[in-house]
């Protein structure tokens, strides 16, 4: 399935919001304890610090939608690059813990923003054919920006003694000028010009440079649902009885994606291999492998999911997932078994989280919801990730203290389960159609 050259360059442009995102999400990992040995946080204050910067994102999630539908995804996308650089600049040259906390705030929301906004308009501006690799590039941005992470962190620790967790955080500012500028170039959504302007001309303008084969099937069908919704615009529509099946898919989604416990994983990976007795400098070289598993393992994703589609990928990663998270407990059971396989075990989950869930759910959320909601819905879905992923990361220190290892992953597992029976029962396949055919069947499906 050969993608058009124009559309792909655009894509590419907005799906570097996804290396940010997955740079900013990190990063910290490599500068965490150097941070509560700085400051002698407690396990509480060290959560919160940590923690801060999603709920951040829990907030740009939330009202990400907002300014995305008022002033169009491009100005939004340019916003978005801009928090990212005020954030790595200041959280480096922070002096002490409140500003810092300050601007690991804003940085999360320009992630939980670009989470809403880039696979949105990425969405809206691919043909069917193609919209699952190309919104799918955002998750291949997000484990590119979490390996550069990981390694330039590894590099920084081998070169700079001290206060290296300062140019660790500073580094992001340059890819975030980078995009900045970038996305000046991009086109404004059609989609979002046919459902917010009305400007039907200048969206078939851009169509036909993005869809030439199918821009006018794509005009005449937003044409016909701007007509059918056009009462149907605001937040609590979501939860309207001809929108809450769709609304309550991007919930659970989003809820499965953290359940797996994907981020306690990603900010605290050289915590959990030091609780299995892996040396500091192994540990902070073992993150380095899991991006590069990371980034294998979602490019086959992005092969895959025009191919086979969005719920076959879904199965491979449950089951993927249940298998190493229980693997990775029973290491840390106390039986006979050599801690040097836990990098293995985690390599296994990562790769099952970029196969399945890394791969499905931007495309998944940014697809099922109508032009007219799709900001509220992509925010709605946003939302309910960030704030799993805040709490999560915020309780992960404690209650790892508290519990012990074994027990979390052992909850993580069962979580895995209880996904892989909601994809088996409620999760429907979107693949190779229009977003206005999959809306229209949603619609018809709910009266």
Same mark, same amino acid.
């Given at each position: ?14 799906? +570097? ?36 910067? +999603? $709920? ?15 002033? !169009? ?24 813990? $409140? ?10 929301? !320009? ?32 484990? *590119? ?31 975030? /000028? ?20 009305? %400007? ?10 993005? %869809? ?19 009462? &149907?615009?605001? *937040? ?24 797996? @416990? ?21 540990? /902070? ?5 899991? @991006? ?9 994703? +992005?092969?895959?999911? %025009?191919?086979? !589609? ?6 491979? #990663? ?11 407990? $029973? ?9 040097? /396989? ?21 495309? *998944?959320?940014?697809?099922?919801? =109508? ?9 709605? #879905? ?37 996904? /892989? ?6 999760? =429907? ?9 999959? &809306? ?8």
């Amino acid at each position: 399935m050969k993608i058009n050259s124009y559309v792909l360059f655009l894509s590419l442009i907005a799906a +570097l919001g996804g290396f940010l995102f997955g740079f900013d999400t990190a990063v910290i990992s490599g500068a965490e304890r150097q941070i509560q040995e700085l400051w002698s946080l407690s396990d509480w204050s060290h959560g919160l610090a940590i923690a801060i910067a +999603l $709920y951040g994102t829990v907030i740009g999630a939330l009202f990400g939608g907002i300014p995305a539908d008022k002033y !169009g995804r491009k100005k939004s996308l340019i916003w978005i690059g801009i928090l990212f650089f005020i954030s790595a600049v200041g959280s480096a040259v922070a002096p002490e813990i $409140y500003s810092f906390m300050a601007f690991r705030f804003i940085g999360g929301l !320009g992630v939980g923003a670009s989470s809403v906004v880039a696979p949105m308009y990425i969405s809206e501006i691919s043909p069917a054919k193609n919209r699952g690799q190309l919104v799918a590039l955002y998750q291949f941005n997000l484990v *590119f920006g979490i390996l550069m992470a990981y390694l330039s962190n590894y590099l920084i620790d081998l070169n700079i003694e001290e206060s290296s967790w300062r140019w660790m955080l500073g580094m992001e500012a340059i890819p975030a /000028l980078i995009y900045t500028l970038l996305v000046m170039r991009v086109p404004q959504s059609p989609r979002w010009l046919i459902a917010k302007k009305g %400007d039907f001309e200048n969206a078939e303008k851009i169509l036909k440079r993005t %869809d030439p084969e199918g821009v006018e099937e794509a005009v005449r069908l937003a044409m016909e649902e701007k007509k059918l919704n056009k009462l &149907q615009v605001g *937040f609590m529509a979501l939860f309207n009885k001809k929108y809450i099946k769709i609304t309550m898919l991007a919930i659970f989604i989003a809820l499965f994606n953290q359940l797996s @416990g994907i981020n306690a994983i990603i900010y605290f990976a050289p915590r959990i291999f030091d609780m299995a007795g892996i040396s500091a400098e192994s540990a /902070l070289l073992s993150t380095v492998g899991i @991006g590069v598993v990371n980034i294998i393992a979602t490019m086959l994703g +992005l092969f895959l999911i %025009d191919r086979i !589609g969005r719920k076959k990928l879904m199965y491979i #990663g449950s089951v993927g997932y249940i298998i190493s998270l229980l693997l990775i407990a $029973y290491s840390f059971s106390g039986a006979e078994i050599n801690s040097s /396989l836990l990098p293995i075990f985690v390599f296994m989950f990562i790769a099952s989280h970029a196969v399945g869930q890394g791969a499905v759910i931007w495309v *998944f959320i940014s697809e099922i919801f =109508p032009n007219e909601l799709r900001a509220h819905g992509q925010s709605m #879905g946003c939302f309910t990730h960030w704030i799993l992923a805040a709490i999560i990361a915020n309780v992960f220190p404690l209650m790892a203290n508290q519990f012990g290892p074994m027990v979390i992953f052992g909850f993580f597992a069962a979580m895995m389960v209880l996904q /892989l029976i909601w994809v088996f029962t409620k999760m =429907p396949e979107t693949k190779g159609r229009s977003l206005e055919e999959i &809306q229209k069947e949603f619609i018809k499906e709910n009266g």
